[in-house]
């Protein structure tokens, strides 16, 4: 059948579908047994994936056990069905997260998709910020993104694979605001981009997409712990959108599936807003 032919019998719902559907396809998420990671964790489920949720050690809580039920009644497409795996790491750990992707890779024959979501927030002022604190946080939000990606893409690379590898990044790396004393966290993000950007380059020739997601203020056990400290911040935020909210965690799922899938196969080097239109406001 020619390419005409077999464009008007396709059905357009259907081609638009597939674009979004990840059977046959494993992924890692790192970061992913809570808030944005297990959201895009169970998206990536939901339509296919096997889908491997990285933390760092620790014994799996009544949340996980939760979801695992859950994942258990995703429905199956032709006897297939997405699969959520608990594995315990640390993103800091160069060769560990390499002999990690190893491992799924040796189990499972692919890795197809990387999400590098793991992060920390820790507020100081910049002129007091510890230096073992201010290096922690880099060590886990930059070198954790790259030991990450660098695992996946050695893997994809050997096996031809074109692989999608997705970095959270955030509005904060392209903004600041005098209450917060996030000089490190903001450093961070904005080192994510320009990680991507960089990978993005160096990897196309082979097939292999980099982008990050930049979230704005979401609603996590990460902006609850900081709110815990000031409370005040919840309206401020709230008013510093066009939305007038927080977002929530699933309202990062829908970036998460096309920059995974077959929909996004010529986005590489981009950064995608999720904000509630923060920068517009
Ligand atoms: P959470 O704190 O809820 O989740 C972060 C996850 O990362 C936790 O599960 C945490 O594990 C894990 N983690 C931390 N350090 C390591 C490590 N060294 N190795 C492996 N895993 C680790 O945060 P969010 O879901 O809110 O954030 C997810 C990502 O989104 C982060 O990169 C964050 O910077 C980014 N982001 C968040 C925004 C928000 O408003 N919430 C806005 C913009 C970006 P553990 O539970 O063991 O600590």
């Not at 939760?66 to 750990?93: C, F, H, M, N, W």
């Not at 992707?101 to 590098?116: L, P, S």
């Not at 050695?154 to 997705?166: A, V, Y």
């Not at 996590?220 to 400290?229: A, H, S």
Request: hydrophobic fraction near 40%; proline fraction near 3%; charge should be neutral.
């Amino acid at each position: 059948m020619g390419v005409a032919a077999a464009l008007a019998s396709a059905s357009p719902i259907r081609t638009a579908l597939s674009q979004f559907s990840l059977f046959d396809r494993v992924a890692l998420v790192t970061g992913g047994h809570r808030g944005i990671g297990l959201e895009m964790a169970l998206a990536l489920a939901e339509v296919g994936a096997i889908v491997y949720c990285l933390d760092l050690p620790s014994k799996p809580d009544q949340d996980w056990l939760k979801v695992q039920s859950y994942a258990a009644q995703l429905p199956a497409v032709d006897g297939k069905k997405g699969r959520l795996e608990y594995i315990a790491g640390d993103v800091t750990d160069q060769s560990e997260m390499w002999s990690i992707v190893e491992g799924i890779v040796k189990k499972e024959g692919r890795i197809d998709v990387c999400v590098a979501n793991a992060g920390i927030l820790r507020g100081a002022e910049c002129l007091e910020y510890p230096a073992d604190e201010f290096r922690k946080l880099i060590d886990v939000n930059v070198n954790g993104v790259l030991f990450t990606a660098q695992a996946a893409g050695r893997q994809m690379e050997r096996l031809g694979i074109k692989g999608s590898i997705i970095m959270t990044a955030s509005m904060s790396g392209s903004i600041a605001n005098q209450n917060q004393h996030w000089v490190a966290y903001n450093t961070s993000k904005s080192a994510v981009k320009q990680m991507a950007r960089s990978m993005a380059c160096e990897l196309g020739v082979k097939g292999i997409r980099v982008n990050t997601i930049s979230p704005g203020y979401i609603y996590t056990q990460m902006t609850r712990d900081f709110l815990d400290t000031k409370s005040h911040l919840m309206a401020e935020w709230s008013a510093q959108n066009p939305l007038g909210r927080l977002g929530r965690p699933d309202e990062l799922r829908g970036v998460v599936l096309w920059l995974a899938g077959d929909g996004s196969t010529f986005c590489t080097g981009s950064d995608i807003i999720v904000d509630g239109g923060h920068r517009a406001w």
